[in-house]
């Protein structure tokens, strides 16, 4: 069942969704290059990076209040993925889970200091930004970063990457305030400065200049500019709509006006859910949750307001990044992914935050554009079960390299090309953070059903514990819910005798890919 499952794709269909390099030779996954080819025969990457933004965040998903007219026009010229999941749903291992391809009980790499593991030098040389290097590349990587890369220094990121210009952890709404690498924006908010920082990296001639002058001491040797004769791979992190860079949102006079503004005359209309917890105390005492996860009424509601013009901001940097690869004549040339590293709870199931494995936390909007799409391909929506770590496959196989074997996501290239088969039929999703009350779970998201498994809080507080439940350790309370009748995740089937086939096959599978994951 693994090798069907999570078997890596390899190059496929590269004719279809990105240019065929000239110089270049596809054999058995393995391109080959006598000399390295002109910019114009290897497609650009921009990978978009969002923070907290659930899937139902987007025009084209069903929000009531957000516009997000430029996202919704990339996906009807892209493919957009209405199943696509974070494994793990809280910042750090999200991220984790991307640079190095694999689930967190592989890669090791926990939220809090108790996993004591970072990021190796030799694995970070697997990343889909390393790769790309190594294959001619120019690379950037910009905004937020939560992932510790072999030092407190992050030192193989600020000296191998091209164009590395980050601040860890929070940001802020108006990031120069909390980090001093910002200080050199004009721009003070958050996404229009990384929109500055993503101008000055891409354009050439001297109209950046003073960004590279007025740079942090700590940053100015890893802030190259791009070379035009080879192709780019950006991968920018917005720190947005996460609530920790909501504060202060708007409060600058020179921030534009939306960020104060907009919906304001909507701000009642917005929904509140009214649900309660279905789980017993030994799951989650919401009462010893931390204050900003038990939002409800009209703090929820204001919250709510700013995460929606958060989204808009972020969906008006698209519109000016595509505009500046027009003006830049790269347009034709780049490939855009769009994805967010997990989603947010407001309210459903009587609590907020991440970290529970429900639809609201796990559930993202991804989308793929190739300016290499033909028109039957353009506009897609796929169902196929798709993971985060399926993205740093698909973009070394659109750019025509090698995924590397560790990689436990896949390429998706296949399956927009229409061919679905062996492809994986459910995903396994945890969560290793036992901080802030929450508790050690595991997951089955079958296309119908989902089974959730729960772990002792009270033996698991202050410890990382990825191999745990590998020896059969025995679950403090399950839940089973049939998504294809019960979508918002609210009737328990766990213990209704009906069900109790289904139960069992999902608990075996559970436990399969507990051990198999873990390889």
């Known amino acids: 069942m693994k090798n069907n499952v999570f078997k890596i794709s390899g190059l496929m269909g590269i004719s279809l969704l990105r240019r065929t390099c000239a110089g270049f030779f596809l054999c058995s996954c393995v391109v ?19 923070d907290d933004q659930r899937y139902d965040s987007l025009g084209m998903t069903g929000d009531p209040l957000t516009q997000t007219p430029h996202l919704d026009q990339l996906a009807k010229e892209g493919v957009f993925f209405d199943q696509a999941f974070v494994t793990s749903p809280i910042c750090g291992p999200s991220r984790a889970n991307i640079f190095t391809g694999q689930w967190e009980r ?19 040389a697997t990343s889909f930004l390393m ?16 992932t510790k890369i072999v030092d407190r220094n992050n030192t193989p990121l600020r000296e191998n990457i091209d164009f590395c210009y980050y601040g860890e952890g929070h940001l802020g709404f108006h990031p120069a305030k909390k ?43 890893s802030l190259n500019r791009r070379d035009p004769k080879k192709p780019f791979c ?20 020179n921030d534009p006006e939306f960020y104060s503004m907009l919906y304001a005359d909507k701000k009642d209309q917005i929904i509140i859910p009214n649900d309660k917890p279905l789980f017993p105390d030994e799951v989650l005492t919401i009462a010893k949750m931390p204050g900003y996860y038990r939002l409800n009424g009209n703090a929820l509601r204001v919250t709510k307001l700013k995460t929606a013009r958060a989204v808009y901001g972020i969906d008006q940097y698209l519109q000016n990044l595509r ?21 947010l709870i407001y309210g459903e199931h009587g609590i ?9 936390a796990v559930h993202v909007p991804l989308i793929i554009y190739s300016p290499f799409m033909d028109s039957g391909t353009a506009g897609k929506r796929l169902d196929s079960l798709v993971v985060a770590q399926d993205i740093p496959a698909t973009i070394l196989d659109l750019c025509g390299v090698q995924v590397p074997d560790s990689y436990q996501g896949q390429s998706m290239v296949p399956l927009i090309e229409g061919n679905d088969s062996n492809w994986r039929k459910e995903v396994f999703l945890e969560n290793l953070f036992t901080d802030q009350e929450y508790p050690r779970a595991e997951s089955v998201r079958s296309e119908k059903f989902k089974y959730i498994r729960y772990f002792s809080r009270e033996n698991d507080r202050k410890k990382y514990l990825p191999d745990a439940s590998i020896e059969g350790e025995k679950p403090i309370y399950e839940e089973l819910f049939d998504l294809s009748k019960d979508p918002k995740e609210q ?20 436990q399969e890919l507990v051990v198999e994951l873990a390889e």
């Open 179 to 221: 980090h001093k690498a910002f200080s050199n924006l004009k721009t003070k908010s958050q996404t229009e400065g990384i929109f500055e920082a993503t101008q000055a990296y891409l354009k050439q001639g001297s109209e950046f200049d003073y960004f590279y002058e007025n740079a942090d001491p700590s940053f100015k040797e």
């Open 234 to 253: 950006a991968w920018i992190n917005f720190n947005l709509p996460h609530q920790s860079s909501l504060s202060g949102m708007g409060s600058d006079a």
């Open 32 to 50: 080959v290059n006598a000399e390295v080819a002109e910019q114009d025969s290897k497609p650009n990457v921009i990978f978009l990076f969002s």
């Open 131 to 146: 790769q790309l290097k190594q294959a001619g590349y120019s690379t950037a990587f910009l905004g937020k970063h939560h």
């Open 323 to 343: 505009e500046l690869l027009s003006d830049l004549g790269e347009d034709e040339n780049t490939i855009i992914i769009f994805c967010s590293d997990n989603g």
């Open 491 to 510: 009737v328990n089937l766990a213990t209704n005798p009906e069900y109790a086939s289904v139960l069992a096959a999902h608990r075996e599978r559970c």
């Open 106 to 124: 592989k890669n090791r790499i926990g939220f809090s200091s108790v996993s004591k593991n970072v990021i190796t030098e030799e694995v970070f």
């Open 352 to 360: 907020s935050g991440k970290s529970m494995l429900y639809e609201e």
